[in-house]
T-cell receptor, first 111, second 112 residues
Framework: TQLLEQSPQFLSIQEGENLTVYCNSS?????LQWYRQEPGEGPVLLVT?????EVKKLKRLTFQFGDARKDSSLHITAAQPGDTGLYLC???????????FGKGTRLSVIA | NAGVTQTPKFQVLKTGQSMTLQCAQD?????MYWYRQDPGMGLRLIYY?????TTDKGEVPNGYNVSRLNKREFSLRLESAAPSQTSVYFC?????????WGFGSGTRLTVV
């Protein structure tokens, strides 16, 4: 059974600060997705990373896929209250198994 | 473009009652999924359908059944609801295993 662990579980920061959220796997994964979920809504896909060492940027969000394909990180620069939400990583391993989700990091950005 | 539509949005059931959660997608996706989300547990896969005509168990299938009615629709049935099934249920669909994932807005189910 693959395990996907996210840290930290909770994060509360002031507007303008930087932060990094981590996602670590017990096994090598083929690709990894990052989602953001707001209260009362379903997860919304932010990015998919597929190549070891890959870095993708989405405005103030930077996503990195570890070289060993067992970890990923999400870095937010100059956080804003609109970044508040639950951030989920989800990995696709191989074969006929759907995405496995981490438990998420709940981010609160205070104005 | 509605994406993935789930009904109902909220439901309260008594222990032992049955109900069906409906899900429809308009993105012509092959694969569809049902997840449940509980505090501190993340999203856990209940059942999935890789393509029309096939269904498979996920991580937590006990107490649930599914039907892939056609390419667009995938329903989740609780035959005899239990308090442990109180949760938020999400339907999702994908173009392929890795790509084009979309989620519905969820059904909040309470079993009393």
């Amino acid at each position: 059974t693959q395990l996907l662990e996210q840290s930290p579980q909770f994060l509360s920061i002031q507007e303008g600060e930087n932060l990094t959220v981590y996602c670590n796997s017990s096994s090598v994964f083929s690709s990894l997705q990052w989602y953001r979920q707001e209260p009362g809504e379903g997860p919304v896909l932010l990015v998919t990373v597929v190549t070891g060492g890959e870095v993708k940027k989405l405005k103030r969000l930077t996503f990195q896929f570890g070289d060993a394909r067992k970890d990923s990180s999400l870095h937010i620069t100059a956080a804003q209250p609109g970044d508040t939400g639950l951030y989920l990583c989800a990995a696709y391993y191989s074969g006929n198994t759907p995405l496995v989700f981490g438990k998420g990091t709940r981010l609160s950005v205070i104005a | 473009n509605a994406g993935v539509t789930q009904t109902p949005k909220f439901q309260v059931l008594k222990t032992g009652q049955s109900m069906t959660l409906q899900c429809a997608q308009d993105m012509n996706h092959n694969s569809m999924y049902w997840y449940r989300q509980d505090p501190g547990m993340g999203l856990r896969l209940i059942y999935y359908s890789a393509s029309e005509g096939t269904t498979d168990k996920g991580e937590v299938p006990n107490g649930y059944n599914v039907s892939r009615l056609n390419k667009r629709e995938f329903s989740l049935r609780l035959e005899s609801a239990a308090p442990s099934q109180t949760s938020v249920y999400f339907c999702a669909s994908s173009e392929a295993w890795r790509t084009g994932w979309g989620f519905g807005s969820g059904t909040r189910l309470t079993v009393v």
